[in-house]
């Protein structure tokens, strides 16, 4: 399986398109999503929202971050220790980035090939339905696919912004493997070595969705478990639209002020063998607001073999899943784009 260089049909940006719609009228065929699979907006405020760990907090955290794994494969960190103001400036020249005039935009235009740079669909799957949302992608770690020239030049500040930010989110990923490993039972450096020690990847993918006229017949971003090893997630301070997985119910997440939103990724499911669950989710649209977020995947070094730890193994939980490398695993989403969980084997 290798991943064609180019995409099945000629790209079209969901930012057009709805500026097209100016607000109103219907959105394309091919972003209409089978009945099953629409968002049920209600107004109804969800009572539940994914754990809150305080990493500042004294004493025992490890029961909780246990339990907001195993319960949710979600949590939100706050007192993280990166700056509010460097969060808040990410976001920025992001927003800043979407606002520029298309042309500017296409000269980073991406490809299936590695997927950097400005692009609007995940798969090549001809015909496919496509998702309400316009992306970035970049690479950050290894140092030898970080190409200056992929960074968008505009605005001014984005790139040592994002420089800054990048180092923030490979120190806390550090801290947060820790802390999976300890509350694991593993030896506290096990998931970091595991992930190849200093040689983690990690890349970024920031998501635009712009305003949608129809939201209740689409979605921002379709189910999907994120396949790496972990994801930082900052999202939009002003607009929800991501939603948990949580049995047959879909739990909109309400963040809290500057805290990082964390989930578990396929890779962690497959080395805790399924002790930790990377969990689906999706993001909703809105008519009255676009909405940005920033998705840092902390990632295994991508050509070591990925398998459940012999440490938490016995006769009566044998391994679930076969020794794979994340450059094979992270092919399949890549050719089929985002399907719940299916390439882990449930569906
Ligand atoms: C992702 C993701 C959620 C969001 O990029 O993998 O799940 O809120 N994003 O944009
Ligand atoms: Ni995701």
Redesign the pocket.
């Known amino acids: 399986m290798a991943c064609p260089s180019d995409w099945p049909e000629p790209i079209v940006r969901v930012q057009s398109l709805s500026e097209k719609c100016g607000g109103g009228g219907r959105i394309p065929e091919r972003y209409v999503k089978p009945v099953e699979s629409r968002p049920w907006l209600s107004e109804e405020g969800e009572e539940a929202n994914i754990p809150v760990i305080d990493l500042a907090e004294e004493g025992e955290i490890g029961g909780r971050v246990a339990e907001a794994c195993r319960e949710w494969g979600f949590l939100q960190v706050v007192n993280h220790g990166v700056r509010p103001e460097l969060m808040e400036a990410a976001q920025e020249v992001w927003r800043r980035f979407f606002q520029q005039p298309m042309e500017v935009k296409q000269a980073y235009a991406n490809s299936p090939t590695t997927y950097e740079g400005y692009g609007s669909r995940l798969g090549v799957e001809k015909g496919a339905i496509l998702d309400w949302s316009d992306y970035y992608f970049l690479h950050y770690l290894p140092c030898n696919l970080r190409d200056v020239n992929k960074w968008p030049s505009l605005p001014i500040s984005l790139r040592e912004v994002m420089d800054e930010y990048s180092r923030e989110i490979v120190r806390l990923g550090g801290v947060l493997l820790k802390m999976l490993s300890i509350s694991l039972g593993l030896s506290q450096d096990f998931l970091q070595n595991s992930f190849g020690g200093e040689d983690v990847g990690a890349c970024l993918?920031v998501?635009y969705y712009p305003k949608c006229p129809q939201p209740d017949l689409t979605l921002g971003?379709s189910s999907h478990s994120?396949p790496g090893g972990m994801?930082f997630?900052l999202?939009d301070q002003n607009v929800p639209?991501?939603q948990v997985r949580r049995g047959d119910r879909w739990i909109t997440v309400k963040p809290a002020p500057h805290a990082f939103i964390v989930n578990i990724g396929d890779q962690i499911q497959v080395l805790s063998n399924a002790i930790y669950n990377s969990v689906e989710?999706r993001?909703i649209v809105n008519s009255a607001q676009e909405r940005i977020?920033l998705?840092y995947f902390y990632n295994p070094k991508s050509d070591l073999l990925i398998q459940p730890a012999k440490e938490l193994l016995a006769p009566d939980r044998p391994a679930l899943y076969p020794a794979m490398t994340f450059d094979e695993y992270r092919l399949f989403i890549r050719t089929k784009g985002p399907k719940g969980k299916s390439q882990l084997g449930k569906s």
Request: proline residues 8%; without cysteine; hydrophobic residues 40%.
């Open positions: 993918r998501n971003l994120d994801t997630l999202p639209g991501l989710h993001v977020s998705a």
